[in-house]
């Protein structure tokens, strides 16, 4: 509507595809119809998707997103672009903790500072862009690393501040008037905020004119230095905006809050209608965006389909709304030009020349929209399948009796969905959901987004499970949605990590921190003899159950074993090659270490080849990981031994603890669990436990398979 | 001087680690770890060789990390299907580039943007292989699959010898043959490029097909350093290779930049992390000093073009 020259010309009487292409001047109405699909679909397959209180959980989990969606949109308008919004985020969480905590400020004075501290970090990015006129896409990847380094540096990835006040977490969990979530009254200021700046000012026309030229701003009199140092900054203001809302929401600040968002942020701008080169795009379409991707997640989670679905539907609708915005733009410039007003939209005459839409294409296009409904047709038969056959078994009886219920709904969460770890103890979950006959759901983040946990409980306790069982990854995070969950008479596990004692009804333990660092300790002496050097090898430097072991292993370490050193701890980010590079280096910098010790599971594979290659036959390997990704490097001796628990019986025991739960024989002052094939299994006070850590070496791993 | 300011940035940034590193920590200087460096980051190298054409025709492709997993697997589950290793090269590099022409088709064909286009293909390739895998490794791999079956020293020989033969042919591409050049041209002002007779929708189609094969060959070099093959290997190679470029001086609009950037902007990342490591620099500043050092290497830039253009005023 604003970017387009004719609107000047128009006259007072508008036809009604005028009004429509003012309203929609990027063909935001392609997402409108993507929306309402995805409601139609979800509310026919997903449960109480169709509800007033799932539509504010929906708002509330776009705010943050929403905010760095909206800060971006100008951005990219003006042909620039800000990777480094979702660190900034990290680093404003971390600030506003330390301000609160250390700092001893009240919250509203730490608020204020930290988003001084996010202008800050935005002018930062403004000076290299506006005034030294460097690329954004390469200043900010520099910050994008910089912001997120700065904030693991300043809380050594340990910190981690929660006990904030409840004024301050009603903000990010509570309900105004009982339904409105209060964080999207922020995102609504925002909104209106941004679309007065940019549609309805001069500084919003300038950032028009400088993506579609900065030359021609230049010359026009705009000052294209200040207007692009405005939105930079105002970028990092929102980041830390938004950090303090996500902060807010979970409970806790950490660095690694916001991973991964600036990605999800200019995918929501770009699926709105803003193009990327600069020049074209309005807040309502990325307001459309937004919306379009946040159902999509909400959705497929209450519908109980893979999260994974998630990212392929959103990149087939990225390249979906970008052509048929191109095949539509071809057809209305055609007919502009046939009105003979072509002259004033020469600009967009070339582009529509470049692009060259053929009917073919448009086929084509259709193909790929079909081929997207295919995925979800399918995979919606897949779910009517499963649903038959849970329905099979109780088959007429429903009718009869309304107290005969259907097949429990057990929901479980591994901390990471592709980490090995967990997909063994999935393996003994489904298991034992067979032998029980309950339905299993098994759900959680596919990636490092700390919130991801919230959000998967969120939906079901929206879609109304009967028990929901958790790998904790953030304590003080999970721990409010949780007991939200319990309220709503949902029984509430913790598996593998637990959460705050009070947010759930058991905890199935397989070892206490203390156990395995200690255990561990113990372990690397044995190796060691009681002496000499050896090096930690963790996951990140965030990981919050690496770091809670690392202090009890230099605790026992310090009490117990005065003459080993511990030398250097190094990240390796779950991954296999940079734990081997890692491993390496520290072998070549510390010469003296005679034990490199892993403790995430695809770091110890890692460390054990880079140690093989070395070919230095002194040096061990021992750490925390799954049998059949060591068992090599055990046969041929370069890992002496490792520590773990079986995970597969630990998925099968949850899943016999949740249907006891849900059955009500598990309940408080219980002292025994019968669990198939472990037999009883003792419960003390509110844990069940699996049983102490076990120690792989050459002489039982061949015995386990997972 | 002024043609390569960007490249002597990077060089110079890259000189002083250097420097830094043999003052405090000579030992850094060690064969073995000579050798570890250029093993581990061979890979990189081929994937950031490949992103140097792409950028220097104007586009960016931020699916390769995605496209990396993708081959990773691939070559895994076709060497435990018994395919012998030559076989397996040749299909992995037929399979990126299936990708690499699926993002070609989307560029060049469609005109979508290529930041778009391959954003989409970074999450669908990502998730599609998650979903795909849920997270599994190939494991108990055959024998011949580690070292392509000649040994640690044979294999790594290989490995970094085909990094550097990518490098100098591409460099060659780039620079004597006409498809190279017209990359160039492409970038530098895809119009004049059409009316000097190239056909840029060819040069970005064939461009990202390129990109694809070179990262099918960077996963593939890369999974034979190992016996096993992990269900999510790449994270993040993107920006590793993106930024290797452009902090070797190719302009991210296109048209302008050289390989030699590449390689020292390649170095100059690879070398951070274990420099800072042997200077005894704690772990937790790694990532902060990363960045930092990204950015000094571009104001080092401006500093550049400030002294030059004193001297030239000078001269005057």
Known sequence: MHNSPRAETDTPKKSPREIFNAWFPNNEWALLAVIAVEVFVFGISGENFLTAANGFEIGRLGVELGLLALALTPIIISGGIDLSAGSMMGLSAVVFGALWR???????????????????????????IARFQLPPLIVTLGSFSLFRGLAEALTRGIENYSGFPPSFLFFGQGYLGGVLPPQLLLLG??????ALLLHRTSIGRAIYAIGFSPEGARFAGIPV??????????????????????????????????????????????????????????????????????????????????????????????????????????????????????????????????????????????????????????????????????????????????????????????????????????????????????????DGPTDLDPAKQNE???????RGVDAIAVSVENQAGISTVLRKARERGIGVLTWDADSERDARDFFINQATPQGIGYTLMDEAARILDRRGEFAIITASLSAANQNEWIRHIRARLAAEYPEIKLVAVQPSDGDRDRAFAETQTVLKVHPGVRLVMAIAAPAVPGAAEAVKQSGRSEVKVTGLSLPNMCKPYVHS?????????????????????????????????????????????????????????????????????? | MNRYRREIAAAAALAALLATVALIAPSFFSPANARDLALNN??????????????????????????????????????????????????????????????????????????????AMMVVLRDALRWATEGAWVQNLPRNFQWFGLGQTAGGFIIVLAALLIFAASIFLLGRVAAGRAVYAVGASSEAARLAGIDPRRVTFGVFVWMGALTALAAFVNAARFAEVPGNAGVGLELKAIAAVVVGGTAITGGRGTLAGT???????????????????????????????????LLSEIALGRMQRHAQFASR
């Open chain 1, 102 to 128: 250390d700092a001893q400020l009240p919250i509203p004075a730490a608020i204020v500072l930290t988003l001084a501290a996010g202008l800050a970090g935005g002018a930062l990015n403004a000076v290299m």
């Open chain 1, 189 to 194: 200021a925002a909104i209106i905020g941004y």
């Open chain 1, 225 to 442: 230095a200040r207007r692009l140092a405005l939105i930079y900054m105002l970028s990092g203001a929102a980041a830390s905006a938004a950090a303090i809302v996500y902060v807010a929401h979970l409970g806790q600040a950490k660095a690694d809050a916001g991973t991964g968002f600036e990605l999800m942020a200019i995918t929501a701008v770009v699926l709105g209608g803003t193009s990327i080169f600069g020049g074209r795009g309005t807040i309502p379409g990325s307001v459309l965006g937004l919306i379009a991707i946040v159902v999509l997640q909400n959705g497929l989670r209450l519908s109980g389909q893979p999260a994974e679905l998630a990212g392929i539907l959103t990149g087939a609708l990225l390249v979906a709304t970008i052509l048929i915005d191109r095949a539509t733009r071809r057809a209305r410039i055609r007919t502009a030009a046939a009105a003979g007003i072509a002259n004033g939209i020469a600009g967009d005459a070339e582009e529509a020349e470049e692009a060259g839409v053929k009917n073919s294409q448009v086929a084509v296009l259709s193909a790929v929209i079909l081929a997207a409904a295919l995925i979800v047709a399918g995979s919606n038969w897949l779910l009517v399948r499963s649903l038959r056959e849970s329905a099979a078994p109780q088959g007429g009886k429903r009718g009869e009796s309304s107290v005969e219920k259907s097949r429990p709904v057990i929901a479980m969460m591994p901390k990471a969905k592709g980490d090995p770890y967990f997909i063994s103890c999935r393996q003994g979950a489904e298991e034992a959901a067979r032998e029980l006959g309950v339905d299993l759901l098994w």
């Open chain 1, 456 to 462: 998967v409980v969120e939906a079901w306790i929206t």
């Open chain 1, 637 to 706: 001796g370069v890992i002496e031994s490792f520590v773990l628990w079986n995970t597969v019986d630990l998925g099968y025991l949850t899943v016999y603890a949740a249907r006891a739960l849900v059955a009500k024989e598990l309940k408080p002052g219980a002292r025994r669990l019968g669990a198939g094939r472990l037999g009883e299994i003792a419960v003390e006070g509110d844990e069940v436990r699996l049983g102490a850590p076990f120690i792989f070496n050459k002489s039982n791993i061949d015995r386990f398979d997972f």
């Open chain 2, 42 to 119: 061979a890979p990189a190298l081929i994937v950031a060789t490949g992103m140097t054409f792409v950028i220097l025709t104007g586009q960016i492709d931020i699916s390769v990390g995605s496209q990396f997993a993708v081959a990773s697997i691939t070559a895994g589950v076709l060497a435990k299907a018994g395919l012998p290793m030559p076989a397996v090269a040749a299909a992995v590099v037929i399979c990126g580039c299936a990708m690499g022409a699926v993002n070609g088709v989307l560029v060049a064909r469609w005109r979508i943007p290529s930041i778009v286009a391959t954003l």
């Open chain 2, 263 to 297: 390689l020292a902007g390649a170095a100059l990342l690879a070398v951070i992390g274990p420099a800072l490591a042997f200077l005894g620099v704690n772990p937790y500043w790694e990532k902060a000093l990363q960045g930092a050092i990204i950015l000094a290497a």
